[in-house]
Nanobody, 124 residues
Framework: QLQLVESGGGLVQSGGSLRLSCAASEFTLDDYTIGWFRQVPGKEREGVSCLSPYLDTTNYADSVKGRFITTRDNAKNTVYLQMNALDSEETAIYYC?????????????????WGQGTQVTVSS
């Protein structure tokens, strides 16, 4: 069964950086687009970035452009989200998700497979 496991969350000061990892098992990244999302309790899940296997096409939410970078390591079957210049407003649970095919989307309902999430806390 397709699985995604996030790691790398934690506590960081405002302005700091974190790198999240999303390790995939039972499928290869060559055939799936990976999205990163975040959610604050009581609010809707928000798309942060996506990475398509087609030419490694990426897309980012306007709020994170220029600060977040998503990449993948095929040898490790892992996708990363490098987050820089974090703000306390970005405290949330961060999830990675997978969808079959090459279309990069920031809409949560476009993704069928989800990880369990990792907590990111940015202190002000």
């Amino acid at each position: 069964q397709l699985q995604l496991v996030e790691s790398g969350g934690g506590l960081v000061q405002s302005g700091g950086s974190l790198r999240l990892s999303c390790a995939a098992s039972e499928f290869t990244l060559d055939d799936y687009t990976i999205g990163w999302f975040r959610q604050v309790p009581g609010k809707e899940r928000e798309g942060v970035s996506c990475l398509s296997p087609y030419l490694d096409t990426t897309n980012y939410a306007d709020s994170v452009k220029g600060r977040f970078i998503t990449t993948r390591d095929n040898a490790k079957n892992t996708v990363y989200l490098q987050m820089n210049a974090l703000d306390s407003e970005e405290t949330a649970i961060y999830y990675c998700a997978a969808r079959a095919g090459y279309s990069c989307s920031l809409m949560p309902n476009a993704y069928a497979f989800w990880g369990q999430g990792t907590q990111v806390t940015v202190s002000s």
